[in-house]
Antibody, heavy 120, light 113 residues
Framework: QVQLVESGGGVVQPGRSLTLSCAAS????????LHWVRQAPGKGLQWVAV????????YYVDSVKGRFTISRDNSKNTLYLQMNSLRAEDTALYYC?????????????WGQGTLVTVSS | DVVMTQSPLSLPVTLGQAASISCRSS???????????LDWFQQRPGQSPRRLIY???NRDSGVPDRFSGSGTGTDFTLKISRVEAEDVGVYYC??????????FGEGTKVEIK
């Protein structure tokens, strides 16, 4: 069965870095685009970034451009999110989600999320 | 960026009664390919989101038929014909026509009266 398991969250000081991972299993990892979506405590969903199935294209929400980098290792079935220059407003539960869409994203599986807290 | 506006933000409902959630976009969601990429997600307490409806009115596999989606252009609606206890949670609309970025509505919290 399809599984997405995020890890790497924790408490980090403002300005520092953190790398999240999303380990995938149960499907052909290299055939799907993947996204990061975050949810601040008690708030709604915010799309963060996407990476194409082969890593050829990457897009970000404006608020993280230049600070976050999405990447993937298709040999390890793992998605990453490198987060630099973290701010308090980056505090959130970060989900990875699989995309089965062609023209437009279609989220069919989500992980359980990993919590990032940015605080001094 | 396309702004998605939901109403109401809180929706107390009696079990067995109908519920309706509105979602409006700041511009038409009709794609150049003729499709309208408007999805609805359900997030139960403590759980990850789950897609219910795609392209306005298509139910995902396993979604009860009491859930239905409708709308065109900039105005969309999610209806629950007879609310059950398991429907408690937050519902989000999301547009995938003009992306990146993908944008979600603020969410509508459905609770039982």
């Amino acid at each position: 069965q399809v599984q997405l398991v995020e890890s790497g969250g924790g408490v980090v000081q403002p300005g520092r870095s953190l790398t999240l991972s999303c380990a995938a299993s149960g499907f052909t990892f290299s055939s799907y685009g993947l996204h990061w979506v975050r949810q601040a405590p008690g708030k709604g969903l915010q799309w963060v970034a996407v990476i194409w199935y082969d890593g050829s294209k990457k897009y970000y929400v404006d608020s993280v451009k230049g600070r976050f980098t999405i990447s993937r290792d298709n040999s390890k079935n793992t998605l990453y999110l490198q987060m630099n220059s973290l701010r308090a407003e980056d505090t959130a539960l970060y989900y990875c989600a699989r995309d089965k869409g062609v023209v437009s994203p279609e989220f069919d599986y989500w992980g359980q999320g990993t919590l990032v807290t940015v605080s001094s | 960026d396309v702004v998605m506006t939901q109403s109401p933000l809180s929706l107390p409902v009696t079990l067995g009664q109908a519920a309706s959630i509105s979602c409006r976009s700041s511009q038409s969601l009709v794609h150049s390919d003729g499709n309208t990429y408007l999805d609805w997600f359900q997030q139960r307490p403590g759980q990850s989101p789950r897609r219910l409806i795609y392209k306005v009115s298509n139910r995902d596999s396993g979604v009860p038929d009491r859930f239905s989606g409708s709308g065109t252009g900039t105005d969309f609606t999610l209806k629950i014909s007879r609310v059950e206890a398991e429907d408690v949670g937050v519902y989000y609309c999301m547009q995938g026509t003009h992306w990146p970025p993908l944008t979600f509505g603020e969410g509508t919290k459905v609770e039982i009266k």
